[in-house]
């Protein structure tokens, strides 16, 4: 069975958790470590023979768009992780139309090539801007990942289907595929990446894609930030809350990310979810159910 891997492509100061500290006009002021965290990051990805999709920050790709170029010569896909990494319910329709547009109009210019994926800042797609994917089928996105179905005090969406699905819009049909869960007694549980990744260990982590692959025989989706790679990063400052979830972990995380690309097979996303759409078994085209935007409450059970 095989996983998606997926790569946050963004600085160690544009991250959530400390957006109150760093704003956008002052990213400037930073030294960045964007450039060489990923280029440690495709030596690993090289030296496994693994291939990934990068969500790209339009903010760092107008920066770097030599980066870009070389992510993508090295046969990765480049998608989208919108222009300046605002949460998509913080802004409206049209605002989130535009950043988006932006960003995604600057990939396909460094790239010459369409960009298909999107995944919103810190899985910002909840039961409250789910609005979204109509502006997103509307600019030509083929796909989603920027759902986390679990319960969190900043995201998530707890009833959300835990594998791929397919969302009816005005504008056409966008596939979501949510971040990785284990579902054991009725609780669900994040497995695969980000802090999640860092902070358990790394027995857990196999453990639950594997419990994915072969008992639930689905396949997983899951994530990196290039950061997460660099313990030489600068140390900001935040809340208490903040400073751990970025900084605790870190000394493990090349080992494990290094493991689990022995332990699992990992393509790009848009490559999976190709396989998945086409696959000659009726029953696995069946594990992408299909609803209407405006059904989404009542299929889920939550109403309208």
């Given at each position: ?294 059904e989404l409450g009542a299929y889920l059970g939550e109403g309208?």
């Open positions: 069975m095989k996983n998606a891997l997926t790569i946050d492509l963004e600085d160690y100061y544009q991250v959530s958790a400390f957006s109150k500290n760093f704003a956008v006009d002052r990213w400037d002021n930073y030294p960045s470590r964007v450039e060489h965290n990923t280029a440690k990051l495709l030596s690993i990805l090289d030296e496994g023979n693994a291939r990934a999709t990068f969500f790209t920050l339009g903010w760092v790709a107008r920066k770097y768009p030599k980066l870009i170029r070389k992510i993508a010569d090295n046969h990765h896909e480049i998608a989208c992780h919108s222009n300046v990494h605002r949460s998509v319910y913080a802004m409206g329709a049209e605002e989130f139309r535009e950043d988006t547009l932006e960003a995604k109009k600057l990939l396909e210019d460094i790239t010459g090539e369409p960009i298909r994926g999107y995944r919103a800042p810190s899985f910002s797609i909840t039961r409250d801007s789910l609005w979204a994917y109509e502006i997103l089928s509307e600019i030509g996105f083929s796909y989603d990942s920027s759902v986390f179905p679990i319960k969190h005090p900043n995201y998530g969406w707890p009833r959300a289907p835990r594998f791929p699905f397919t969302i009816r819009t005005n504008n056409g049909s966008i596939i979501e595929f949510p971040m990785p869960t284990l579902q054991l007694a009725g609780v669900r549980a994040p497995i695969g990446g980000g802090a999640y990744f860092r902070l358990l260990p790394y027995w857990y982590t196999r453990w639950g894609l594997r419990y994915v692959n072969l008992r639930e025989e689905q396949s997983a989706c899951v994530y990196l930030h290039p950061w997460e790679l660099d313990l030489e990063q600068p140390r900001m400052q935040g809340s208490v809350s903040a400073l751990l979830r970025h900084y605790f972990g870190l000394r493990g995380t090349e080992s494990k990310f290094r493991r689990m690309l022995l332990d699992f097979e990992v393509q790009p996303l848009n490559s999976l979810i190709e396989e998945l759409k086409f696959d000659a078994s009726a029953t696995r085209r069946e594990r992408i159910p299909e609803v209407a935007l405006g309208s």
